[in-house]
């Protein structure tokens, strides 16, 4: 069965970092692009990043651009969100969700983003002083 | 950045009911390598994660009931549940994959009349 278990939120002070972690079972983790999704308290979905299967490309929300890294390490089925100059409006639940298409060297070249078909419980993320 | 756009913001229908939920995009979202619309649907219930209901505008997840189907092509799409159900309520969120930065529409919360 295809689960995702995100760790790493608490709380935090402005401008301090805070890194998540999303570990993965039950399909190829290096096969697929992964992506983070976050809920701010009452809100709606925001789109956060992506990372390509392997790891190469990224795409930001032009919010955390600059801010946020993410990256995937294939060989622990693990996905990770690095978040630096954390603001009081990055205060959220972090969703980490697998993209829907498999990708492998021959496909995904440009476009290796897509609908999110697996999610985990989400992490939760407060930024206060 | 592509923006999406659900209306209406929250929908009352009565149990049996058809519930339709539109979500219009800035720019076609008409995939050229598949001919396919980039838009997925997804329903979130309160306390849980998002799940999947709909991708490529029109095809229905494994598992996912029948009575929910996806329309549309270019910008304007909709969702339609046939015959709602108690477990419908819910609140819907449309998303494009079309172009980075993916989005989503603000959402639709569907109640019961």
């Known amino acids: 069965q295809e689960r995702l278990v995100e760790s790493g939120g608490g709380v935090v002070q402005p401008g301090g970092s805070l890194r998540l972690s999303c570990a993965a079972f039950?399909?190829?983790?290096?096969?697929?692009?992964m992506h983070w999704v976050r809920q701010a308290p009452g809100k709606g979905l925001e789109w956060v990043t992506i990372?390509?299967?392997?790891?190469?490309?990224?795409y930001y929300a032009d919010s955390v651009k600059g801010r946020f890294t993410i990256s995937k390490d294939n060989s622990k089925d693990t996905l990770y969100l690095q978040m630096n100059s954390l603001r009081p409006e990055d205060t959220a639940v972090y969703y980490c969700?697998?993209?829907?298409?498999?990708?492998?060297?021959?496909?995904?070249?440009?476009?290796?983003?897509?609908?999110?078909?697996?999610w985990g419980k989400g992490t939760t993320v407060i930024v206060s002083s | 950045d592509i923006v999406m756009t659900q209306s209406p913001d929250s929908l009352a229908v009565s149990l049996g009911e058809r519930a339709s939920i539109n979500c219009k995009s800035s720019?076609?979202?008409?995939?050229?390598?598949?001919?396919?619309?980039?838009l997925a649907w997804y329903q979130q219930k309160p306390g849980q994660p998002p799940k999947l209901l709909i991708y490529?505008?029109?095809a229905r997840e494994s598992g996912v009931p029948d009575r929910f189907s996806g329309s549309g092509s270019g910008t304007d799409f909709t969702l339609t549940i046939s015959g709602l159900q108690a477990e419908d309520v819910a609140v819907y969120y449309c998303?494009?994959?079309?172009?980075?930065?993916?989005?989503f529409g603000q959402g639709t919360k569907l109640e019961i009349k």
């Open positions: 969700a697998k993209d829907g298409v498999r990708c492998s060297s021959t496909s995904c070249l440009t476009h290796f983003y897509s609908y999110m078909d697996v």
């Open positions: 039950g399909f190829t983790f290096s096969a697929h692009g």
């Open positions: 990372v390509s299967y392997d790891g190469s490309n990224q």
């Open positions: 720019q076609s979202l008409l995939y050229s390598s598949n001919n396919q619309n980039s």
């Open positions: 490529w505008a029109s």
């Open positions: 998303q494009q994959y079309h172009s980075a930065p993916c989005s």
